[in-house]
């Protein structure tokens, strides 16, 4: 079965500290990777995507991560937070098999809280 | 902003009734998702609707039900409502449907309480 698990539900950082949060996935054949990110009230956003080719993607504000197909991981990082980074972060994934549509199956999500 | 639109924003119901919460998808997107957020499930995908049909179904309950319209919009009817049912409930849309390399971009959600 199709699954995403993200390790840290709830991260504290200070600003200006390194962020890394874990995402595993478990799929059978082709996979696309996302993370989206969910401030306060709002609605999901794409942060990054990877679909092929290069394995380390570069997101908006700062974010990046990288699939690491022998580990069936693809990390969140970003070097030095901001306290506008606080926020819910979601991995998901998506098969490329006709049977499973598009859907996206989500992480449980991570919690993560910048203290300026 | 997404482009993705979402009526009501909030809902408040009481167990036993009947829903309806709406989406419009992105212009010239055909493909419309459903996901229901609740803090006991997490983000679980619903239903997928490609140009008017069904195309994929995942953990929807029987009493739920979706359809896409000829203006691609499209309607999430929820019944018997029980209080489980409260959650926020997300629509999301994308250019095509399956085996094709494209993000969904989801809409500002419904909030539904069922008291």
């Known amino acids: 079965a199709q699954s995403v698990s993200q390790h840290n539900h709830h991260v504290i950082l200070s600003e200006a500290a390194s962020l890394e949060l874990g995402c595993n996935y478990s799929?059978?054949?082709?996979?696309?990777l996302f993370w989206y990110v969910q401030y306060p009230g709002q609605h999901l956003q794409l942060l990054l995507k990877?679909?092929?080719?290069?394995?380390l993607v570069k997101g908006i504000k700062g974010f990046e991560a990288e699939f690491i197909k022998s580990k069936f991981s693809f990390n969140l990082r970003k070097p030095s937070v901001q306290w506008s980074d606080t926020a819910e972060y979601f991995c998901?994934?998506?098969?490329?098999?006709?049977?499973?549509?598009?859907?996206?199956?989500f992480g449980t999500g991570t919690r993560l809280a910048v203290r300026p | 902003d997404s482009g993705v639109t979402q009526t009501p924003k909030h809902l408040i119901t009481a167990t036993g009734q009947r829903v309806t919460l709406r989406c419009s998808p992105r212009?010239?997107?055909?493909?419309v998702y459903w996901y229901q957020q609740s803090l006991d499930q997490g983000l679980q995908f619903l239903i997928q609707?490609?140009?008017?049909?069904?195309?994929a179904k995942g953990n929807i309950l029987e009493r739920f039900s979706a359809q896409q319209f000829p203006d691609l919009h499209s309607e999430l009817n929820l019944s018997s409502l029980e209080l489980g049912d409260s959650a926020l409930y997300f629509c999301?849309?994308?250019?095509?449907?399956?085996?094709?390399?494209?993000?969904?971009?989801f809409g500002p959600g419904t909030r539904l309480t069922v008291t």
């Open positions: 212009s010239g997107d055909l493909s």
């Open positions: 998901a994934g998506r098969a490329q098999k006709k049977s499973s549509g598009d859907k996206l199956t």
């Open positions: 799929y059978g054949g082709t996979v696309n």
């Open positions: 990877y679909f092929s080719g290069d394995p």
């Open positions: 999301a849309s994308s250019p095509l449907g399956g085996n094709a390399d494209y993000e969904q971009y």
């Open positions: 609707y490609y140009n008017g049909e069904e195309r």
